[in-house]
Nanobody, 115 residues
Framework: QVQLVESGGGLVQPGGSLRLSCAAS????????MGWYRQAPGKQRELVAR???????NYVDSVKGRFTISRDKAKNTVYLQMNSLKPEDTAVYYC?????????WGQGTQVTVSS
């Protein structure tokens, strides 16, 4: 069994930055793509950023140029650097990882952008 543990959420003013981290409980399990999703109140969960095992990345249009996803494959850890945050980035952010036979999800971390 693999658990994903997220950290780094919190309250930040517009224009500020946060860095989210997500670590798998086992470093010896093979994970393919890893990514971050978010869900705002009353809205569907959406993919924010994704990174493959080969390092290819993709982002939702609304965060391009502001957010950067990266990973440490040896540690099975994925990061999301979020800059120039806007109130509309407020949501619960979830880590996701594609295992060989199933997907894994973190418990979610709240990001609130407000003055």
């Amino acid at each position: 069994q693999v658990q994903l543990v997220e950290s780094g959420g919190g309250l930040v003013q517009p224009g500020g930055s946060l860095r989210l981290s997500c670590a798998a409980s086992r470093s010896n399990v093979r994970l393919n793509a890893m990514g971050w999703y978010r869900q705002a109140p009353g809205k569907q969960r959406e993919l924010v950023a994704r990174i493959t095992s080969g390092g290819s990345t993709n982002y939702v249009d609304s965060v391009k140029g502001r957010f950067t996803i990266s990973r440490d494959k040896a540690k099975n850890t994925v990061y999301l650097q979020m800059n120039s945050l806007k109130p509309e980035d407020t949501a619960v952010y979830y880590c996701n990882a594609n295992g060989l036979i199933r997907d894994y999800w973190g418990q979610g971390t709240q990001v609130t952008v407000s003055s």
